[in-house]
């Protein structure tokens, strides 16, 4: 860690003496690099290191948030005093106090175990892992053509030292690694087609052999050379439809995590990502679905992208089931919204890096498996589509109507995969489709994803997963 | 800038000249204010002080990047030499140029404004006036941003380049409510004006209320006035597809298409337009030390610039065009000339179809091809013989590019200067109308 706590502990204590009722103080030193390679030959290697202090005080009921990168103890105080100033100007202009909720905060040091070093991989390794990639699916395709093929692997180490003037101390290290492979097919009648596909996880460089990444793009592109040649519309009548972990991971969060964000619920983030659908007497109350209608949003799995054990209010992190058994049950909290809703935080407070306020954000976010084998979810199914994997998707400002357009994906026929479908177009709302989920298999997959938020925007890692899920009848939409 | 940094700077580039064979160093230093607004309230000021250090190194046409907010700089040399040392194992980078040769240093006047730094010391007037503005029409709430930066920055190549230039920017947004109905407007420039402030304020209001009435929408094709907030939006993303790493990679709809080829109607031209000291992208000088220039990218509906960096120009057998990114070359700031139609006729201009007033969340499913979807938030107008019918509610439009650019049928006179959350080049927009755009909505 590359700051005396003792430098911490002056602005905290100085911060009280000007008056604040709550002073965090964060160093976060986010450093790694990135490669980026076009086909097989390198575009980028850039190396990245943004470190610096965040330190965030309460003042009559007002917030302000003020970062450096400069921490000597004479410009810390300086940016601190700013701090509250600014805070204590704009809290003639509230009318409700803002204060937090009381919590037993942590005094802990944890770091992720790395079973080989992240920071024994290095360029050289990133460059020939690319390459491979490139060398790998071009061999894989056979009679579309590969113009473009772009591979980024980057490496990120987290250290962040959060000391709160009501207790937390919370020293934490995390390494992270993630891939993206972005390919394009071409075919000269068929036209083109494009996937990108993502790895990531906490740790070191095993887990590079767990993403086992070169089968999967071998099964991938051989797949998506057959949708692009042969794919055909989907059927014009309503059929069944299966989702893959991909697309169902991507709902969980799109419509699940986002909306039980409790600052959206609340209007924080309403002219940015916007508000929910849900209201704050939904909490318990309201239901969006059936029995296989649960979300659950975990920051302590092991090697997730998401991971943390405590947040940057220093509260500890554990499960929290969003949507259970189709019941809005749990909004993600920091210590200001567990507060307005009357409740304890549930350690949801994360920061991208020293620069940005620590706001709520999703972890690791999926629906529950179940028992079934993936034959025994389709088997009764006499037409329907499998959509795998997609590209394009949004969702509303309220996450209610949301759209997905599969990548690869099949026809259902007689209770087995057929023939691949191109481009199918899925919308919905959110409480359609936790509605009419039919059953759900065992197959629990995680996906990495940098989800987006706050303003200045965050971008933060996460997982989202989820199993096989089966949806009632639905028309389905062509690309035009 | 301050001789300190100056002096920092000189120092790295002499130090680091011995190791490389090519060097860069771009220093930004920011100063910066933004006070949320959350339900008619501040909800937290923010404030930033930050020197961030980038270095370009380059070693027999072998290109590193290092791009660091540190209080050391000093790690950043050490990095920079340990990087000198490895050198020959990496391959050579596929897109390499030298930097260009030495040339004047023509900073860009006229993108500084003083009452940035004013403001700065305390925003809680323009907080109240852009709430106050917005109440005044008769929500119940309003929610936004406003931000106010001061950016020095700093250029020193090895090959004799050094360029310094400041300015400011002003950035404000809000988002109006009034029960289910909500209206958004925002503004980016180099300088603050409490008049625009207003204007933000008014604008966002008068689209909360300017209708009562919820009223039926049915999936299909229909002529579509788009706001400068969407306009915004989506020519951002056709201006990053202009850029020629996207082409290079795929990330862009203009691979499969010339210099000179049509890619919209005739009625549309789109511009970069860094030299223009009111929006808030403005810069006089690339990150390679090319003095930049405004350009067509699309010029009366033809293609016509691709936007580039040394590298990628030497790729594509051309000139930089002034928009260096170190890797990825990109737009600063964009515009779209105005049309004929005045504003208030374009709903009669229209006469049936959709307004659009504001959009988020723009994906592609094939950036080659060009297909994309995006939603509608805020005001949704169905309007029907030259009259707004009421409030649809949130839509879809799920089209590609080359189709939008394509069916334009007409511009506003005014435009206006869009920069926010979700349009993040600053573009000075107009409305337009476009034809035959499908919108979809969920059937359940």
Redesign the interface.
């Known amino acids: 860690m590359q700051i005396d706590p003792l430098l911490l502990y002056r602005i905290v204590d100085r911060g009280r003496d000007l008056g604040a009722q709550y002073v965090e103080a964060r160093f976060q030193d986010d450093y790694g690099f990135v490669v980026s390679v076009r086909n097989d030959k390198v575009l980028a290697v850039s190396y990245y290191r943004s470190s610096g202090v965040g330190v965030r005080v309460l003042v009559n009921g007002a917030l302000g948030f003020a970062s450096t990168s400069n921490i000597s103890l004479s410009n810390l105080l300086n940016v601190l005093e700013l701090t509250v100033s600014q805070a204590r100007a704009t809290s003639s202009l509230r009318k409700k106090p803002i204060v937090f909720s009381e919590e037993q905060l942590g005094v802990v040091k944890y770091s992720v175990v790395e079973k080989k070093p992240l920071l024994d991989f290095n360029v050289e390794n990133a460059i020939r892992l690319a390459v491979e990639a490139y060398n790998t699916v071009k061999s894989t395709i056979r009679e579309v053509k590969l113009p473009f093929l772009v591979t980024t692997i980057r490496t990120h180490v987290q250290e962040k030292l959060v000391v709160t003037s009501d207790g937390a101390h919370i020293e934490s290290r995390v390494p992270r690694l993630y891939m993206s492979i972005s390919s394009t097919l071409l075919h000269p009648q068929k036209g083109t087609l494009q996937r990108m596909r993502e790895f990531g996880g906490s740790g070191g460089i095993e887990l590079i052999e767990q993403w086992n990444h070169l089968k999967i793009l071998v099964e991938e592109h051989t797949a998506l050379e057959k949708v692009l040649i042969e794919g055909t519309s989907p059927p014009s009548e309503k059929v069944t439809v299966v989702l893959g972990s991909e697309v169902v991971g991507l709902i969980a969060h799109e419509s699940a995590g986002h909306p039980m964000e409790a600052d959206r619920i609340l209007g924080r983030e309403a002219s940015q990502a916007g508000e929910s659908y849900v209201k704050p007497e939904y909490i318990n109350n309201y239901r969006v679905g059936g029995e296989h209608a649960t979300v659950i949003d975990d920051p302590t799995i092991p090697g997730s992208y998401g991971f943390y054990l405590y947040d940057d209010e220093g509260v500890k992190a554990r499960p929290r089931f969003l949507y259970k058994n189709g019941l809005i049950h749990e909004p993600l909290h920091n210590r200001h919204t567990a507060r307005l809703f009357n409740t304890r935080s549930n350690g949801a407070s994360r920061s991208m890096n020293n620069s940005s306020e620590p706001i709520i954000r999703m972890s690791n976010t999926y629906i529950a498996p179940g028992e079934l084998k993936f034959e025994e979810l389709i088997e009764d199914i006499d037409l329907g589509v499998y959509v795998k994997s997609y590209m394009e998707w949004n969702i509303d400002d309220i996450r209610w109507n949301q759209r997905y357009v599969g990548l690869e994906s099949y026809l259902i026929r007689n209770g087995e995969l057929a023939d691949p479908v191109r481009n199918p177009v899925l919308e919905f709302t959110t409480g359609w489709f936790y509605s009419n989920i039919l059953a759900v298999d065992k197959n629990l997959e995680f996906h990495p994803g940098t989800c987006g938020k706050g303003e200045p925007s965050q971008g933060v890692p996460v997982w989202f997963g989820g199993p096989n899920v089966k949806l009632s009848k639905m028309r389905i939409g062509v690309l035009t | 800038m301050n001789t300190d940094i100056n002096e920092l700077i000189h120092n790295i580039v002499e130090k680091l000249s011995r190791q490389f064979d090519e060097i860069a160093v771009l220093a930004v230093t920011r100063r910066e204010?933004?006070?949320?607004?959350?339900?008619s309230?501040?909800?937290?000021?923010?404030?930033?002080?930050?020197?961030e250090l980038n270095i370009r190194i380059v070693k027999s046409r072998?290109?590193?990047?290092?791009?660091?907010?540190?209080?050391?700089p000093e790690?950043?040399v050490k990095?920079a030499e340990e990087?000198a040392k490895?050198a020959d194992?990496?391959?050579?980078?596929?897109?390499y140029a030298p930097l260009p040769d030495y040339a004047l240093c023509k900073p860009l006047e006229g993108a500084f404004d003083y009452n940035a730094e004013h403001y700065m010391r305390?925003?809680?007037r323009l907080?109240?006036v852009l709430?106050s503005e917005a109440l005044g029409t008769g929500v119940e709430?309003v929610?936004?941003?406003i931000a106010l930066s001061k950016i020095d920055r700093l250029l020193v190549t090895s090959r004799g380049y050094e360029c310094g230039e400041n300015k400011t920017e002003f950035e404000v947004?809000?988002?109006a409510?009034k029960g289910d109905f909500t209206g958004?407007w925002a503004y980016g420039s180099t300088r603050v004006s409490q008049e625009v402030l207003r204007e933000v304020g008014r604008r966002a209001g008068l689209y909360a209320t300017i209708t009562k009435t919820r009223v039926d929408f049915t999936p299909g094709e229909y002529d579509v006035i788009l706001s400068p907030l969407v306009v915004g939006n989506l020519f951002d993303y056709v201006a990053s597809m202009a850029s020629a790493?996207a082409v290079?990679?795929?990330?862009s709809m203009f691979a499969k298409y010339k210099l000179g080829d049509r890619v919209a109607a005739d009625t549309l031209s789109l511009h970069d337009v860094p030299r223009d000291p009111v929006l808030p992208g403005a810069v006089g000088f690339d990150d390679e030390g090319v003095e930049t220039s405004n350009k067509p990218i699309i010029d009366k509906g033809v293609l016509v610039t691709l936007l580039h960096n040394a590298a990628t120009a030497v790729k594509m057998n051309t000139k930089s065009t002034g928009n260096a990114g170190?890797?990825r070359p990109h737009p600063w700031n964009l515009e779209i000339p105005s049309g004929d139609i005045r504003e208030e006729e374009l709903i009669r201009e229209l006469r049936s179809g959709i307004f659009i007033t504001n959009n988020?969340?723009?994906?592609?499913?094939?950036?080659?091809?060009g297909?994309?979807?995006?939603?509608?938030?805020d005001v949704v107008l169905l309007v029907k013989s030259g009259d707004v019918v009421g409030h649809v509610g949130?839509v879809?439009l799920?089209s590609n590019f080359s189709t939008l650019m394509k069916n334009l049928k007409g511009l506003s006179k005014e435009r206006f200067n869009i920069w926010w959350?979700e349009v993040r080049t600053p573009t000075r927009a107009p409305f337009i109308i476009v034809s035959n755009i499908?919108l979809?909505?969920?059937?359940?």
């Open positions: 204010l933004m006070t949320k607004i959350w339900n309230e501040p909800s937290i000021t923010q404030l930033w002080s930050k020197l072998r290109l590193w990047v290092l791009s660091y907010e540190t209080h050391d790690i950043l990095h990087v490895i194992k990496i391959m050579e980078a596929e897109l305390d925003p809680s907080v109240d709430v709430r929610s936004g941003t947004y809000a988002r409510f958004h790493l290079l990679t795929g990330f170190w890797v988020w969340y723009t994906r592609l499913q094939n950036y080659y091809e297909h994309f979807s995006t939603v509608s938030r949130r879809r799920a959350w499908r979809t909505r969920p059937e359940a």
